[in-house]
């Protein structure tokens, strides 16, 4: 590559980054580190915010399809800047919110903007990286997941327990990202990019258990990214400082997300799912274990934060790897059946709350995780070469 090139390169990563951040990190997973006070404020059950958390994952679904029906028609700038845009009025939205249905208005446009995200970036990735650098690059990306939950813990400790202060915050920020995409996300259509998208792309070899590894990774999750929160203030005691700081040491630990594409190539894509699901198992049930040492809450969500940042890039590399003509819906389709396991596991974890209690619906969720993990990718793209 020559210099200017890579200076562009740059350039797209780190606003691809900051974009990931902002709308995965702020708008949509901030959400469960704030929800204690969210619910105080507006008096809501924890069955109600179970399914306004799940407004979220459908919205994000419901982006994901966008992305694929406009992927003809509109450039990954386009698209890219119409996710900072649904991620910024969103938390506007949450902002203003008094009642639970216009929390749930803004909390599924802040989520329609995560689907909104991951395709165009992908195809913007494909346009400007070749084959060997592409994984490393997409898992660059995806890592800015933590980076954006770790800004949301450091900032809740700081406005004191002021959600809708810091949702202003995080709205500022967004638009400032819109405009940066603007100006590093290429204009340019992936040459594949025409072809429509067909039902028969589900018969390829490996597509099944991809997609069903990833539902149950994303039900699993929902434990943590929707209750883990609520589940600390209201059982173990925590305060809001305390849930800060898990929420810090989560995001922090995520940040190791970023290495996934070192680690496929080190390990084998089989190894890394597997350990990676198993890891996000051992963090879900690890919460049960809080009421015996407040330790084992910073460790468990550690653990998790590593382990799911690292098994969503797995599954964001699988993808691709099995979809290598058509890149937005390799990263897209893992992400859109993860986010439907989400939709599926959020109203579902409250449920099993309200009639078995959290010991036994901890112990449901961490099952789903090892269950994914004992789906194996698809041996041919485990053997695909990875660029350190």
């Given amino acids: 590559?020559?210099?200017?090139?890579?200076?562009?390169?740059?350039?797209?990563?780190?606003?691809?980054?900051?974009?990931?951040?902002?709308?995965?990190?702020?708008?949509?997973?901030?959400?469960?580190?704030?929800?204690?006070?969210?619910?105080?404020?507006?008096?809501?059950?924890?069955?109600?915010?179970?399914?306004?958390?799940?407004?979220?994952?459908?919205?994000?679904?419901?982006?994901?399809?966008?992305?694929?029906?406009?992927?003809?028609?509109?450039?990954?700038?386009?698209?890219?800047?119409a996710a900072a845009l649904a991620s910024t009025i969103g938390m506007v939205i949450i902002t203003l919110s008094t009642t639970g249905w216009v929390l749930g208005m803004g909390v599924a446009l802040a989520g329609l903007s995560t689907g909104l995200t991951s395709p165009p970036l992908a195809t913007a990735v494909s346009l400007q990286f070749d084959d060997a650098h592409r994984p490393k690059a997409n898992a660059i990306i995806n890592a800015g997941t933590a980076a954006g939950i770790v800004f949301s813990g450091l900032a809740s400790l700081i406005a004191f327990g002021g959600w809708?202060?810091?949702?202003?915050?995080?709205?500022?920020?967004?638009?400032?990202?819109?405009?940066?995409?603007?100006?590093?996300?290429?204009?340019?259509?992936?040459?594949?990019?025409?072809?429509?998208?067909?039902?028969?792309?589900?018969?390829?070899?490996?597509?099944?258990?991809?997609?069903?590894?990833?539902?149950?990774?994303?039900?699993?999750?929902?434990?943590?990214?929707?209750?883990?929160?609520?589940?600390?203030?209201?059982?173990?005691?925590?305060?809001?400082?305390?849930?800060?700081?898990?929420?810090?040491?989560?995001?922090?630990?995520?940040?190791?997300?970023?290495?996934?594409?070192?680690?496929?190539q080190r390990y084998g894509l089989v190894r890394v799912h597997w350990v990676s699901l198993a890891g996000m198992a051992a963090g879900i049930v690890g919460l049960s274990f809080t009421s015996v040492s407040m330790a084992f809450a910073f460790i468990s969500v550690a653990l998790f934060g590593t382990s799911y940042i690292t098994s969503s890039g797995a599954f964001l590399i699988q993808g691709i790897r099995l979809l290598p003509d058509r890149p937005d819906l390799g990263l897209g389709m893992p992400f859109l059946i993860l986010a439907s396991g989400q939709s599926a596991g959020s109203p579902l974890f409250g449920a099993l709350i309200t009639h078995w209690g959290v010991g036994i619906a901890l112990a449901v969720f961490a099952g789903a995780a090892l269950l994914s993990g004992c789906i194996r990718p698809r041996h041919s793209a485990d053997n695909a070469f990875v660029a350190p």
């Fill in 1 to 81: 590559m020559q210099a200017s090139t890579v200076k562009h390169n740059v350039n797209l990563l780190a606003a691809a980054f900051a974009l990931t951040a902002v709308s995965y990190g702020l708008a949509r997973f901030a959400f469960g580190l704030l929800l204690p006070q969210i619910r105080t404020e507006l008096s809501l059950d924890i069955g109600t915010t179970g399914w306004i958390g799940s407004s979220a994952f459908v919205a994000y679904c419901i982006g994901v399809c966008i992305t694929f029906a406009l992927n003809r028609a509109c450039s990954p700038r386009t698209l890219a800047f």
């Fill in 164 to 264: 809708r202060e810091l949702y202003i915050l995080f709205s500022a920020i967004s638009c400032a990202v819109a405009v940066w995409v603007l100006y590093a996300v290429p204009t340019g259509h992936e040459r594949t990019a025409s072809e429509p998208v067909s039902f028969a792309i589900f018969k390829r070899p490996g597509m099944l258990a991809l997609c069903t590894g990833s539902f149950l990774m994303g039900l699993s999750s929902t434990a943590v990214w929707t209750f883990g929160g609520s589940l600390l203030r209201d059982e173990f005691d925590f305060t809001q400082s305390d849930i800060a700081w898990t929420w810090v040491a989560l995001g922090l630990a995520g940040v190791a997300g970023a290495m996934t594409g070192v680690f496929v």
